[in-house]
């Protein structure tokens, strides 16, 4: 062997460690990248060649950093984390919800509890004029309360639809990234460079991704990582990708005009997608607004229009100090539909407290027939067990809404249905709001449940993955010393190299 | 083959294992605070709805206690006046029979005729009793008198309920027209009428209708004791609802805190344990970080 062979294998060394101990510097330094792979030299020798007798070449080179990832765990996370995500905003939202309707400082049995209460104060003394005001203002107290409430909700609703809003703007961030790292990733491959780093992003934007909606990945042949949304479309081919986008929809089942709907916008078509949408957060956010918030703003609005309407039927029979009858105590609600929003006492009520009824005969102060009639009305069964079967139709909408697009109004400013649905006994007032909120209250353990196991399935996965692919201080404090040594050995082959040539230039002189 | 642990597992393990002694200790620590361990529904759904349901039946028996007790002090008073127009009733029999034969002296009469004068006003006066701003005999009509002066009833027959228990309600005033008119009661007198005809019997000096009215007074004693009854009956009925009312405060404030409360024992003692815990993970945490192989390995 030549000695410039011991020089030039010395140098391959020299490089071969100088590469690793950087690869080593590269996993430090990234020891706390979130989703970073750790990346492993691949060191191979070289093979020498015999020419004519002689031997030439060998030593070793860096062949390549080597992306130390386990694909299959990859496929595991992305699967897990659909479920993860959708739990998350079922959870967290649910959450709110029940802080609303099932809030111990403030009962909301208590609203038709202190209404009924006063209606009874009066019975007991219907001559007392006092005791007339005192129900005035308790119908009024219930009435801001059930307006109260349901403004509430109903900004928590809003903020669903803002919360689906911002998270297809961040879809559309994600894929339109996700589509760069592709053809990012296709160039680098192209130029046989090892794009480890866009691989390790490329990742993250898919386990982001699937965590907002469920996505099927697909890996090309070209290693080009294509999201699809089954029954709807492409989100992402290559480096082209489709956006997501949200338009305020007629309503359609439990969903009420004006939310919130998910479409993709491809070239060829607008095609919707909420209904596709089974998992992650975005699906969560429907979930939470069609299956939980609607039914429970549902059920408020029932029992606030059933307790106006029934209410204001007794009333009307009885005549009030003033000799006059056929008056209401509530303004007289158009239709379920957000009654408890629109609930109020009688124009003219708080400053005219004689047009009270509390008795059918007029000149008859202790008359109370009408205010023990209205008081059995919170012991009567008005309502079925299930209120969706009460939801009256929704006036037909064509067309689009635009974002702020309040509902239908007649000129009393009530919107909603105009017919009036059947009722049947089965619960009273007071039980159908304890079931409604019960029902939020069973949604909302089983999904603090759920997100507690997609929790400890996401921490399990990931500390897999960490062992895998997370970088350790005390491996990579050995693969220095390990390549340092060998640096340090090489240089000194070199130096030995060089020993020889000096010694061989000086027997020439 | 041992498991290879990254470098951020630890941190992150360390980290996991902190919030969720963290949030144990908040759990608990709200717990203590309130002194409930039900706090929301979704803490334990099938209690929440029985706890809810009971606290809308407090809520409401609250309501019915206090009508129940305005029930029995207006059935009182009126038992009260009934009381007293059967002593007037009483002593007017009495005299009566004193002046049935012809053997008082006339000067005598006109005495006795006075008192049965006085008798007849406090009658009235007794039935035009006024109780919490109601006129008791007057039926709906309760703003002015019941009775005038000639013993003309100005009321009517209205019967005021009062609820006083879920769906049992109580008529809290008695029929004057039943029970002083004697309308509608079979064999039934008007106790105003036997007065008066007394009263006429003194006043003229005419036996006949001293006579007569002894047998009305008889009668008007009769139907003041089944009024008097029938008032005892409806008071025991609010005695009966009331007794329920405080069996069911009793047990279903127990019940209430069963299911509602924190055994405040168990509940400090837990504050400690996850105290204990919190440390405890603290410093195995602080053991693991702290321990740096990387700076041993290299020197």
């Known amino acids: 062997m030549a000695i410039s062979n011991i020089l030039e294998t010395g140098r391959q060394g020299l490089e071969t460690s100088r590469q690793a101990l950087q690869l080593a510097a590269q996993n430090i330094a990234n020891t706390n990248t979130p989703g970073y792979s750790r990346q492993k030299a691949v060191i191979e020798s070289v093979e020498q060649e015999v020419t004519r007798g002689a031997v030439r070449g060998g030593g070793v080179r860096f062949r390549e950093p080597l992306r130390v990832h386990d694909e299959f765990l990859e496929k595991q996370l992305i699967e897990e984390a659909r479920g993860y995500g959708g739990a998350m905003a079922r959870a967290g939202n649910i959450r709110r919800v029940q802080d609303i309707v099932g809030n111990e400082a403030f009962r909301v049995g208590d609203i038709v509890n202190n209404f009924f209460n006063s209606v009874r104060d009066l019975s007991a003394n219907p001559e007392e004029p006092t005791l007339r005001v005192n129900l005035i203002n308790a119908a009024k107290q219930a009435s801001t309360n059930f307006q109260e409430i349901h403004r509430q909700l109903d900004g928590i609703r809003k903020d669903l639809d803002f919360q689906l809003e911002t998270q297809v703007g961040r879809v559309n961030e994600l894929t339109t990234e996700l589509a760069d790292l592709n053809a990012n990733i296709s160039r680098a491959t192209a130029l046989r460079a090892a794009p480890n780093e866009l691989l390790d992003k490329r990742d993250a934007v898919v386990r982001e991704l699937a965590q907002k909606l469920n996505v099927q990945v697909l890996t090309d042949q070209f290693n080009q990582k294509n999201l699809i949304l089954e029954g709807v479309g492409v989100l992402v081919a290559g480096s082209e990708h489709n956006d997501l986008t949200v338009m305020r929809t007629p309503a359609e089942g439990e969903k009420v005009a004006g939310s919130a709907d998910v479409f993709l916008k491809t070239p060829q078509a607008l095609s919707k997608a909420t209904h596709r949408l089974t998992d992650g957060e975005l699906a969560g956010l429907v979930q939470v607004r069609d299956q939980v918030l609607n039914p429970a703003i549902n059920g408020l609005d029932t029992v606030a229009f059933e307790l106006t309407r029934t209410v204001n039927e007794v009333h009307r029979q009885g005549t009030g100090a003033d000799g006059l009858s056929g008056r209401n105590l509530f303004r007289e609600p158009n239709g379920v539909q957000d009654a408890a929003y629109f609930m109020e006492i009688e124009e003219g009520l708080e400053s005219n407290p004689s047009m009270v009824a509390t008795g059918f005969q007029a000149d008859s102060p202790s008359d109370n027939r009408i205010c023990l009639d209205i008081a059995d009305l919170q012991n009567a069964k008005l309502l079925p067990h299930n209120l969706r079967d009460l939801k009256a139709p929704e006036p037909p909408v064509s067309g689009e809404y635009s974002d702020d697009t309040p509902a239908e109004e007649n000129e009393l400013g009530w919107g909603g249905a105009s017919t009036t649905p059947s009722l049947e006994g089965q619960q009273t007032l007071n039980e159908a709001l304890t079931n409604m909120i019960g029902e939020v209250g069973s949604r909302a353990h089983f999904e603090d449940e759920e997100l507690r196991h997609q929790e400890s399935i996401m921490q399990q996965l990931t500390n897999y993955r960490e062992s895998v692919s997370g970088v350790s201080l005390e491996e990579e404090a050995l693969n220095i010393m390990q390549f340092q040594t060998t640096f340090n050995a090489s240089a000194r082959a070199m130096k030995m190299g060089s020993e020889l040539f000096q010694t061989i230039l000086d027997i020439a002189d | ?299």
């Open chain 2, 1 to 299: 083959m041992p498991t290879r642990v990254s470098t951020a597992q630890i941190f992150d393990g360390t980290h996991a294992h902190i919030l969720k002694a963290r949030d144990q200790q908040v759990t608990t620590a709200e717990q203590s605070a309130t002194q409930k361990k039900l706090v929301r529904p979704s803490d334990n759904v099938g209690g929440w709805v029985k706890v809810n349901s009971l606290k809308d039946d407090q809520s409401v028996r609250e309501t019915l206690n206090r009508n129940a007790a305005v029930a029995s002090h207006v059935l009182s008073t009126t038992e009260g006046i009934f009381e007293n127009v059967f002593n007037s009733l009483t002593r007017a029999y009495e005299l009566a029979i004193a002046q049935a034969g012809n053997s008082d002296s006339l000067q005598n009469r006109q005495m006795v005729a006075s008192e049965a004068r006085e008798l007849y006003n406090g009658v009235i006066q007794t039935l035009n009793t006024r109780f919490a701003n109601r006129t008791l005999l007057g039926g709906f009509k309760s703003q002015g008198i019941a009775f005038d002066e000639e013993g003309n009833f100005l009321g009517d027959s209205g019967q005021i309920e009062i609820e006083v228990d879920r769906g049992l309600k109580i008529p809290i005033n008695i029929s004057a027209e039943q029970a002083v008119l004697g309308r509608g009661v079979l064999g039934g007198t008007n106790v105003i009428e036997a007065l008066k005809t007394l009263l006429t019997g003194l006043e003229e000096n005419n036996t006949e209708f001293v006579n007569s009215s002894i047998d009305l007074l008889r009668k008007s004693l009769e139907q003041m004791t089944t009024a008097r009854a029938e008032i005892g009956g409806r008071m025991n009925g609010i005695k009966d609802a009331l007794a329920r009312h405080s069996l069911k405060d009793e047990h279903e404030a127990g019940l209430i805190s069963e299911i509602e409360d924190a055994d405040a024992i168990k509940v400090f003692s837990d504050l400690a344990r996850d105290q204990t815990i919190l440390n405890a993970v603290i410093s195995t945490g602080q053991k693991l970080l702290n321990d740096q192989p990387f700076e041993k390995i290299l020197g």
